[in-house]
């Protein structure tokens, strides 16, 4: 059984695809059923649901984004 992680406002996390702008890294703005989600290359602000998240998440980076 996989262990949930805790996700928190202000953690990085790096998806598997990249941003059309090529970074890989996301700041979470907003936890629950939906995450918002900020690119932390060009800024661009996206809703994607938790599930494809925690389907496609490569690392998480506790603490404040920039």
Sequence with gaps: ???KINFEIGDVVKLKKPHPCGSQ???ILRVGADF???CMGCG???MVSR???E???RGLRK???E
């Design 1 to 3: 059984m996989t262990e």
């Design 25 to 27: 890294e996301w700041a």
């Design 36 to 38: 918002r989600l900020k």
């Design 44 to 46: 661009h602000q996206v």
């Design 51 to 53: 599930k494809l998240v």
């Design 55 to 57: 389907k496609n998440i």
């Design 63 to 65: 603490g404040k984004a």
